[in-house]
C-alpha cells in the first residue's frame, strides 16, 4: 500500500463524512439562531422517569441540520467531481439525505443512551459523543449505496471522526456557540 493510495483513502473517507459532519455540527450553530426551540422530545420522560433526549435535541435544531448536511454535501459533490475535476462517483443525493438523516437519529440514540445512564445534557461520553452520529450516517450509506463503503474507509473514518469531533467542538466552545469544549 503506498502513500498515495492511503492519502486517496482519506481524501475519499473525508468526502463521503462531510455530509454528516456537517448536519451534526449544524445544530450546535442552529440553537444560537433560533429564539425559541422545541425539543424533540416535547419535555417529556421515559419510562425511566428521565428525559427521553432532554433539551439540547430540538426540531429546529434536526431540520436545519437535515438541510444544511444534505445541500453542502451536495454542493461539495459538484464542486469536487465538476470543478475541481477529482475523479469520484460520490454518493446519489437519496444516500446524502439518508446519512444526514441517520447521522442526526444516531445523535438522538446517542442522547437516549446518556440520559439512560443518567448523565445530564452536556456531559461527556467518550466515543459515543464522537461515534453515535458517524456510525449510523455509514450504516444508512451501506444500505443504499453499499458500492460506497469500502471497509477501509470505515476505519479510517471510526480513527479520524474522534480527534476532529473533539477539536471543532473546543473551537465551538472558543466561539461561545458551546457550553462545553467536548
Keep these: ?20 459532519y456537517v448536519a451534526n455540527a449544524t445544530p450546535v450553530i442552529a440553537s444560537k439562531l433560533f429564539r425559541k426551540r422545541t425539543p424533540i422530545d416535547l419535555g417529556r420522560n421515559f419510562i425511566d ?3 427521553i433526549f432532554g433539551d439540547g435535541k430540538t426540531y429546529e435544531g434536526f431540520v436545519t441540520g437535515l438541510l444544511a448536511g444534505f445541500l453542502i454535501g451536495e454542493l461539495t459533490y459538484i464542486i469536487v ?4 475535476g477529482i475523479p469520484w462517483n460520490p454518493p446519489g443525493p437519496l444516500a446524502v439525505f439518508a446519512m444526514c438523516a441517520a447521522a442526526l437519529l444516531g445523535d438522538l440514540l446517542g442522547a437516549f443512551i446518556k440520559r439512560r445512564l443518567g448523565l445530564p445534557r452536556g456531559a461527556p461520553a467518550p466515543l459515543l459523543d464522537q461515534l453515535d452520529f458517524l456510525l449510523a450516517a455509514l450504516l444508512a450509506l451501506w444500505l443504499i449505496e453499499p458500492r460506497m463503503l469500502r471497509w477501509v474507509y470505515v476505519v479510517i473514518a471510526v ?3 474522534p480527534p476532529i469531533h473533539l477539536a471543532t467542538n473546543a473551537i465551538a466552545y472558543l466561539l461561545k456557540l458551546k457550553k462545553e469544549p467536548w
Design 159 to 161: 480513527v479520524i471522526t
Design 1 to 20: 500500500m503506498s502513500i498515495v493510495s492511503v492519502l486517496w483513502d482519506l481524501v475519499i473517507t473525508l468526502l463521503i463524512v462531510w455530509p454528516p
Design 49 to 51: 422517569g428521565r428525559r
Design 81 to 84: 467531481t465538476g470543478v475541481v
